[in-house]
Nanobody
Framework: QVRLVQSGGGLVQPGGSLKLSCAVS????????MRWHRQAPGKSRELVAS???????DYAESVRGRFTISRDNVWNRTYLQMNSLKPEDTATYYCSTTRQGVDFWGQGTQVTVSS
């Protein structure tokens, strides 16, 4: 059974930082790409960052230079370090991976950037 369990998130002031974590089980983690998405109220879900099994990272233009995706193939976790947060980063964030053509998702975690 594939499971993705997220932690982190919360309320932060503009300019602040947060780190999200996603613990993965049920797959050979090191072989799978990992992704972080977000969905703001009234908007469609968007891909924020991805990291390949070979540790190549890619970012949406809106977060490049502020967010960093990483993975730990020992503890089967992926992380999203978010710096210089802006109010427009407010959203529910989801991690995901794909196995045999099927996408699996974390439960989502709320990030609110507000003064």
């Amino acid at each position: 059974q594939v499971r993705l369990v997220q932690s982190g998130g919360g309320l932060v002031q503009p300019g602040g930082s947060l780190k999200l974590s996603c613990a993965v089980s049920g797959v050979n983690f090191r072989l799978h790409p990992m992704r972080w998405h977000r969905q703001a109220p009234g908007k469609s879900r968007e891909l924020v960052a991805s990291i390949s099994s070979g540790n190549n990272a890619d970012y949406a233009e809106s977060v490049r230079g502020r967010f960093t995706i990483s993975r730990d193939n020992v503890w089967n976790r992926t992380y999203l370090q978010m710096n210089s947060l802006k109010p427009e980063d407010t959203a529910t964030y989801y991690c995901s991976t794909t196995r045999q053509g099927v996408d699996f998702w974390g439960q989502g975690t709320q990030v609110t950037v507000s003064s």
